[in-house]
């Protein structure tokens, strides 16, 4: 990892600089057909810059390119490319000038119609809509480090290795120390503090203004020990230096009643102890020994939790609510609670607006997706516990209904909150709202969730492209698990087809299909990939909805010892065919979606296809319980059809509310493209929205921005 890969692969931009070379118009050309067949190609201010550079520093720099491209897509790019043998096979002369200037004008059309450069993400050339690598700058490198930093949800395991490259090896941040409460999500602070720490270069003071509980220094140990830092999972404590020692143990001395939290992860911190040698430290640390072996004689306090139920249990109004705003983002999860346990619904309206500054607008918006819904008989409740959200849950335990007027209530206590709060930011103009959006979900947590080609919240709903099949696809590769390795991999793809009422109708199966009901294909059966290997299942729509199914449910399920995370790659996918086993190529620019299945299970449920309203619901849900026999289902039909039935029905904050929110608090709606300067849209290509606009604009042209799905850090960023 280095500042090239992450600068690429985050922003698809590169820091190169000038040279008195000259590059070869057949080299420059033969590359950049090779960029545009996997979907890419250069910006006119990085081809002015390259052009300056010598043909085999070129072809080195391009190779590496290439290389990371190859890392994205996580396909083998020599079987796509056009020259696969470039330099050695390349474009003539003739050729590579009639291709640039095709590019050139290309580029030239573009900026007539007032499409600003530094701005532009695809270019459209030859029918062929490319993303554009772009020149970058050192202050906008920067920019990325603190863009991780600052981040409002978790980090996935890829950013968390690029947060640790910052922290410990890039040189512009040699001098660099966030100030308190920079860093706002306390799992990625122990993951920054357990780099600085490892590397020699924090200070008990420096790390104090990030880690304040003792579940802080817990997530610091687990961090420097290679461990879940959402605490999900146990760590394996690994030997820490004296230093180490003593950082850890000064923290625990300086944290606030830690003993309750201390209990709260009982085990870990006995094992973590263990690693720590306490009693070394006795008259040093006096605090913390004195918590620790509270701890090991179980000297339990009455927790905050303890104390919230026994408020509940007295009936104590005023006690409850007390007792809940000590920790504000408790209590807004526990207002449905209060009210049905009889607490005047103005009071806990009047309690939440004393702490509402310190409620996250997460939380805020999940309280409104909750009661928004809440005056419906709800037969299934979903929810995914926190540190776990790959798998979700559900109850089929309904609550007891609530006044109508109290749930109006809070619900307008909530929006005047949100909207007192982005009052304050600065104005958007004009704006236009899809109001397709309403399908796609706020950003969230992501400790969880699988990388994925195009970043997506979990539970969107994604338009499916014109074509009648659908193939999914299952790719990966052997690897090691420990120190052995896994030869012989018996993972499978396949899909289970429900009516509308979510009654089981049929599924696939590892053999190739052989159904007279409805066409279909499937590869077979693969068990060995040393080089990386593909599996797919055709299923064509019009003959599955004649047969009365209306939604399939894919999963993937991998049938050994080895969980799908021991893969050393190992990813899902789809695409439209115009028919099952068609020979159309497959190429990047055709995937519609992939996702790298990452997760600690046996079965994984990438997604499921809404056949009704052409539609399909990223799902990205991990299963922990193997069936019983090989069979992809077995005996877990009827669970499966109820978690998926839930995750069809599921309500949590989507864009549109949001977005509608801050446009009510500080823009102006209209009701066309053309009017706006904001757009936000559920297209997930912003160009071609931004060609509309432009096309509708009346009158002089307009600056407009236009915001996807797609932009979730920014989404996270500046409305979050």
């Known amino acids: 990892m280095d500042l090239f890969s992450i600068y690429f692969s985050r922003n698809l931009k590169v820091i190169i600089a000038e040279r ?21 190609t250069f910006s006119t201010k990085l081809i002015d810059v390259l052009n300056t550079w010598e043909r085999d520093r070129f072809v080195f720099w391009f190779e590496q390119l290439i290389d990371e491209l190859r890392k994205m897509k996580g396909i083998n790019l020599k079987e796509i490319l056009v020259y696969p043998k470039f330099p050695k096979r390349k474009m003539n002369i003739q050729e590579s000038k009639f291709y640039l200037n095709a590019l050139m004008h290309s580029w ?54 690029q947060l640790t490259w910052f922290a410990t090896k890039y040189e512009g941040w040699a001098t660099f120390e966030p100030e308190a409460g920079q860093i706002p999500v306390r799992e990625n602070a122990a993951v920054y503090c357990a780099a600085l720490l490892k590397a020699g270069r924090a200070s008990v003071k420096q790390l104090q203004r990030h880690l304040r509980t003792a579940t802080d220094i817990l997530r610091l140990a687990v961090a420097c020990s290679d461990g879940d830092v959402s605490l999900k999972e146990n760590t394996r404590f690994r030997s820490f230096t004296r230093s180490e020692r003593r950082v850890i143990l000064a923290l625990l001395e300086g944290a606030s009643n830690p003993l309750e939290d201390l209990f709260r992860y009982k085990g870990r911190w006995q094992r973590l102890a263990e690693r720590l040698h306490p009693g070394e430290y006795r008259h040093r640390y006096p605090g913390a020994i004195v918590a620790l072996d509270q701890l090991r004689r179980g000297e339990r306090p009455l927790t905050f939790h303890g104390r919230v139920e026994r408020a509940f249990e007295q009936k104590d109004n005023q ?228 047969l009365g199914a209306r939604y399939i449910v894919i999963m993937v399920n991998a049938f050994r010892d080895n969980a799908i995370k021991d893969l050393s790659e190992c990813y899902a996918g789809w695409m439209m065919r115009q028919a099952p086993q068609s020979d159309e190529m497959f190429e990047p620019s055709t995937v519609q979606e992939r996702i790298d299945l990452t997760a600690d299970s046996h079965i994984c449920i990438p997604a499921i296809i809404d056949i009704q309203e052409r539609r399909i619901l990223w799902c990205d849900l991990g299963l922990k319980r193997q069936p019983k026999v090989y069979h992809p289902m077995g005996d877990n039909i009827a669970e499966l059809a109820l978690i ?77």
Do not use: C
């Open 20 to 40: 008195e070379g000259k590059l070869p118009v057949h080299i420059l050309a033969t590359a950049l057909r090779n960029l545009e067949s996997l979907g890419y």
């Open 108 to 161: 030239r059309q573009q900026l007539l119609e007032k499409e600003q450069e530094q701005e532009q993400r695809i270019l459209l050339l030859n029918k062929l809509r490319l993303r554009v690598i772009h020149l970058g700058s050192e202050a906008d490198f920067y920019q990325v480090g603190m863009d991780l930093l600052t981040a409002k949800s978790s980090l996935m395991p890829v950013a968390r290795e």
């Open 319 to 546: 006690l409850i609510l007390e007792t809940l705003a000590e920790r504000p983002g408790e209590m807004v999860g526990q207002l449905d609670r209060m009210i049905r346990s009889g607490v005047p619904v103005q009071q806990v309206i009047g309690k939440m607006e004393t702490v509402e500054e310190k409620v996250s607008t997460r939380a805020l918006l999940g309280v409104l997706a909750h009661f928004s819904t809440r005056t419906e008989f709800q037969v299934r409740r979903s929810f995914f516990r926190k540190g776990n959200t790959a798998n979700l849950y559900v109850s089929t335990q309904p609550l007891p209904s609530l006044n109508v007027e109290d749930v109006h209530a809070v619900i307008s206590a909530v929006e005047h909150t949100l909207l007192k709060r982005f009052a304050v930011l600065p104005p958007l103009g004009n704006v236009y709202i899809d109001e397709r959006l309403q399908e796609f979900s706020v950003p969230w947590g992501k400790r969880r969730s699988s990388e994925s080609l195009r970043a997506l919240s979990r539970a969107s709903w994604i338009s499916l492209p014109t074509g009648d099949t659908v193939r999914f696809f299952l790719w990966w590769r052997e690897g090691l698990s420990g120190d052995e390795r896994i030869e012989r991999v018996d993972t499978d793809l396949s899909g289970v087809l429900y009516d509308e009422d979510w009654r089981y109708m049929d599924q696939t199966s590892r053999t190739p299909l052989k159904s007279n009901e409805y066409i279909a294909a499937n590869s077979g059966f693969m068990v060995t990939a040393p080089d990386g290997a593909a599996k797919y299942m055709d299923l064509h729509l019009p003959s599955v909805s004649r």
């Open 644 to 720: 998926t039935r839930a995750m069809t029905e599921m309500k949590r904050p989507d864009l549109y509310t949001l977005f509608m929110l801050h446009a009510k608090a500080r823009g102006t709606l209209v009701e066309t493209l053309g009017m706006a300067n904001l757009v936000f849209t559920a297209e997930l290509e912003s160009n071609r929205v931004a060609e509309v606009a432009e096309y509708l604009t009346e009158g002089p042209p307009v600056e407009r921005t236009v915001i996807t799905p797609l932009e979730q850090e920014y989404i996270m960023k500046q409305f979050l």
